[in-house]
């Protein structure tokens, strides 16, 4: 699983920045949240392509969150899509998404959905699900918290050896949950494969004021994207627009005890946001700006207590 | 005056080119032709400002070509826009505008006008005007061509001179269309003024197939900015699509006998157009590939006939 920052900036694109759109690579698809203008040309510019993109969540209808639809798209369109893209977000995504398509020539040759969610609405996907939870902004909005399912736990080659589990198929058949007759016995999966592993968790916050919802939402992720428009020296102003300062971002990361925090959404006030980054991490150490075309893997590794001692080990699947 | 091409792809964006956007800065004002997605990034790439912008003409609403107006609009308007902004283009325009200022939460602090035209009607400025030419692409789609006020004359420094004009206010108040009296003549503008200079003239083709009405409207112009999306190897692709190859345009600059041939809206297939720029400098030596970001100073310094001789010559104004 990784995350794709294609636009961090907020509320106007800059030179550094464009405006936001976070793209999360899981299995073979892709999610994207938020769509800021110029995102098609973001993912051009990145290793990870459109025609990938599964599902677009929306955090809300500002327009550096979801210009970038209308290209994207029509883009789809010309470069052949034929499978049907989800579009999610908050009360006015059907309206919107209906305008979008209805926006110049163009007829699109695959299926869009539109679906507005709500505070606590969950999408379940093949293999992990997106919970949406309403924010503090001054519009409606929805971040958003993408967990992984649980994995199952890692393959205990040492085990499987000392119950003379034969090398081959067995091994194969043991870690898709399935039982192997040695002889008269009956090896069953939970004599050799670890505990389940829980799944990643990433926590993307769309525009907001600090939010303790969110925290709780967030709680444990690996990884999460809060914003962080301003710094505190404009703790004021961000307050006054709905957003939050980078000390504000870090307090949300620490009350949630995430692993790691990216700050994104940053106002293009800050050509260098390294004081953005100074105040948080004095707060937050594990704190990142996150930056155009960069990708951040995302393991979970640091939390699996692992089973099997050393290279011997198999990983479980 | 100057053109700044801010986009000079077509159909998709690629890294090398955004999707199509020509500036002309007359005056202090811009007058936009397109306005692809990414237009208001690519402003702030070049030294013109989009708070400039005093009209934009749509050529056709294709994605490509208008999609970064609903972002430019917001940014205008998050940047403290006040002045009404004029948004001209063929049937289609008026729907179009009104539903790009209904998406999301936007209410516009500035008034936003949008105005259809069909072939050969005017939009007239302080100092110079714009002509719609009727194209011919696979939708409605418009051409314009902007042709400057003709200029007063160059004044003669050394008749005035001659004719005993005191160094001073008389100077300007002939340039200025003013009789000035010298003791008991009258000395009127004709007699140190130079013959009136015609205006600049710079044409922009839109998506079109090669148009005979197009070069007739184009006739003399200092720059033409006509579409190559294809080469000569792909003339019927292009036709088929409503494009011209880059033969084509340089056939049509050749029949319109413009100074300078600039292509654009090049397909991304083509990472280097070069091969594009060689067929089209075969049978137009004046052409150049119009490249993102670059700034063409628009003069008609060779079409003029200096009336005064050298050193001494001053500009009329």
């Known amino acids: ?10 509320s106007l694109p800059s030179p550094q920045r464009n405006v936001t759109a ?20 973001q993912f051009m510019l990145s290793k990870a392509s459109f025609m990938k993109v599964n599902a677009v969540f929306i955090t809300h209808f500002h327009g550096d969150h979801f210009l970038g ?3 994207l798209l029509q883009s789809l369109n ?15 995504t059907i309206q919107t998404v209906e305008s979008i398509l209805n926006l110049g020539y163009f007829a699109p040759g695959f299926e869009v959905t539109a679906a507005e969610l709500e505070d606590g609405s969950v999408v379940e996907f093949a293999g992990y699900r997106v919970t949406a939870v309403a924010m503090d902004h001054t519009v409606p909005c929805l971040g958003y918290v993408l967990e992984e399912n649980a994995r199952p736990g890692r393959f205990n080659l040492r085990k499987a050896r000392a119950l003379g589990v034969p090398e081959g198929p067995a091994y194969r058949t043991l870690q898709q949950g399935g039982t192997v007759e040695i002889g008269s016995r009956s090896i069953t999966p939970e004599m050799v494969m670890g505990p389940k592993r829980r799944g990643r968790k990433i926590a993307v916050s769309g525009d907001t004021r600090p939010s303790s919802a969110f925290a709780r939402a967030a709680r444990g992720a690996d ?4 914003e962080a428009t301003l710094g505190s020296e404009l703790e004021e102003e961000a307050a006054l627009y709905g957003h939050t300062t980078a000390r504000g971002a870090a307090d949300i990361a620490l009350k949630a005890m995430v692993r790691t925090l990216y700050l994104y959404h940053i106002s293009p006030r800050y050509e260098d946001a390294g ?5 948080a991490r004095e707060v937050f150490p594990e704190t990142y700006l996150a930056e155009d075309l960069v990708e951040v893997s995302v393991t979970n590794d640091v939390d699996t207590e692992p089973d099997g001692s050393g290279p011997d080990e198999e990983e479980g699947r």
């Open 223 to 226: 990884l999460l994207v809060h």
């Open 78 to 92: 010309f470069s052949g899509r034929k499978r049907v893209l989800h579009i999610y977000g908050p009360p006015g």
């Open 1 to 10: 699983m990784r995350v794709i920052f294609l636009g961090t900036g907020g």
């Open 69 to 71: 639809l209308p290209a």
């Open 275 to 279: 004081t953005l980054l100074r105040e």
């Open 22 to 41: 976070v793209a999360v690579q899981a299995g073979p698809e892709i999610v994207l949240f938020d769509c800021g203008e110029g995102t098609q040309r």
